[in-house]
């Protein structure tokens, strides 16, 4: 099978193909490349050698920086194919229509959102906290007999395709989309039997309104970064936090959902309450 490296040979230096990225992030019909520094003179042929051996990929952008805002929202720049930041992704058998310019939505942890919706039980009532435009609480859905879920996101961009995503998916009547402030909104919505918190940055600020909707022996899905080799002392810190809130810990399983860099990780903490 042709690669871009190999549509590459003979059109960049040698030094230069070496350093060629051997994978990237793709959302629907965009693929999103870093380009490594020294290589920005190479990336319009780099962008059209995506295109040319991926028929899927429509659009190829780089990202500007990092996250910034509020909303923690990627800045891009469009390389090649057609102009846009708007795609229709499939995941476990759903549609999410995305704007990567106006929300936070990665590709990569689609395989932890199916492991969450396979740990959900019949007749769950499930909160997820930083929902985006809806990936959890549609795959949760989709991939298990919960009661309802809830998301809840204060991005009104990500709120707004949540919407269109769970009406296009046909799962209005199980899950329901709120915008607003997390410490505002989730203390109206009643009790849960599982709490998600996705976004790492933001999981300390909102550990205690998450606990508060929790139900006794319920279960909190709390993401973090952690360096290799800290992953015991995340754990002990969730639970002295935990307990600082009142609530205790049972049980703390630590998941892998991928690196943010070459020794930090982006870990899932699964933590059982008890009384």
Known sequence: MTTVKDLLRGKVPAEVLVRVPRSFDQVGS??????????SRYQAKLAKAILDVNPVIKTVVRKVGGHVGKFRVQKYRVLAGVKTTVTEHRESGVGLCVDIAKVYFSPRLGHDR?????????????????????????????????????????????HHLAVQNVQANKLDRRVVCVCGDAKRVVPLLGVFYRVLITAPQQSAGLLEVALGALKPRGVLHYYTFAEAGTFDAAVDALKD???????????VSVIRCGQQSPRVWRVCLDVKLRD
Not at 31 to 39: D, R, S, Y
Not at 132 to 143: E, Q, W
Not at 241 to 251: C, M
């Open 241 to 251: 936090a935990v307990r600082r809130n009142g609530r205790k810990a049972a049980a």
């Open 114 to 158: 199916l492991r969450v919706a396979g740990l959900v039980k019949p007749g769950e009532r499930v909160l997820v906290v930083g929902s985006g435009v809806g990936p959890y609480p549609l795959v949760i859905a989709r991939h298990s007999n919960a009661k309802q879920v809830v998301g809840v996101d204060a991005n009104p961009a990500a």
């Open 30 to 39: 965009i693929a999103i490349v870093e380009v490594p520094k020294g290589l």
